[in-house]
């Protein structure tokens, strides 16, 4: 299992709409909430689900 805090910047395999596929980590407990870099869309993923879309580092 991967570790997250809050303020850590993740990759994601796929571009957001908007190009970018950098997030910063809002909030973590059941579930994950994830503001996009290029944007400022915010997302809220299962751990799992982040855990799949992440390049692995
Ligand atoms: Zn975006």
């Given at each position: ?36 870099k290029g944007c400022g869309r915010e997302i809220v993923l299962m ?11």
């Amino acid at each position: 299992m991967m570790s997250f805090e809050v303020g850590q910047i993740v990759t994601t395999k796929k571009a957001h709409v908007c190009g970018s596929k950098e997030w910063v980590i809002k909030r973590i407990g059941a579930d994950i909430k994830l503001q996009c870099k290029g944007c400022g869309r915010e997302i809220v993923l299962m751990r799992y689900e982040l855990e799949k879309r992440l390049i692995k580092k």
